[in-house]
């Protein structure tokens, strides 16, 4: 009988650490910056939101982009909603870049945008990634 308590409380705490376990999403490049890669990692935190970790490699700094550009910006889309700035993406000498934000949304799109200015009110520039996030 502890035995199979045991091995039932086991399996519970498997179950619980999956279902809090983070998920990873892809983002897609652009043609602009066909050498970028990027991902989204969820988290969730003690409310009940989504924890946002973006994470790219291999993106160019915006000012080297056809027409330059000064600011990366991350905006969430969720269905049937407008775009929502979130921030911007800082890009180091490496070409390495990470980002972090909260969301209620469980469903949305992620994408970035080079833009002239550091908080346009809605996305003006090109896309370089998006990713579609769905728990």
């Known amino acids: 009988m502890a035995r199979r308590l045991m091995f039932a409380s086991?399996?519970?705490?498997?179950?619980?650490?999956?279902?809090?376990?983070?998920?990873?999403?892809?983002?897609?490049?652009?043609?602009?910056?066909?050498?970028?890669?990027?991902?989204?990692?969820?988290?969730?935190?003690?409310?009940?939101n989504d924890v946002v970790h973006m994470e790219?490699?291999?993106?160019?700094?915006?000012?080297?982009?056809?027409?330059?550009?000064?600011?990366?910006?991350?905006?969430?889309?969720?269905?049937?909603?407008?775009?929502?700035p979130q921030g911007m993406l800082r890009v180091n000498d490496k070409e390495e870049g990470a980002f972090e934000t909260t969301?209620?949304?469980?469903?949305?799109?992620i994408f970035v945008t080079a833009e002239d200015t550091p908080n346009p009110t809605s996305p003006s520039g090109p896309e370089v990634m998006r990713g579609t996030v769905q728990e």
């Open 10 to 48: 086991v399996l519970l705490l498997t179950f619980a650490i999956a279902a809090w376990a983070g998920k990873d999403f892809r983002l897609t490049a652009a043609a602009a910056v066909p050498a970028a890669q990027g991902k989204v990692s969820i988290d969730h935190d003690h409310n009940g």
């Open 56 to 84: 790219v490699k291999h993106l160019a700094q915006p000012s080297a982009l056809t027409p330059a550009k000064a600011n990366y910006v991350v905006w969430i889309q969720a269905r049937g909603k407008d775009p929502e």
């Open 103 to 109: 969301t209620p949304y469980k469903t949305f799109d």
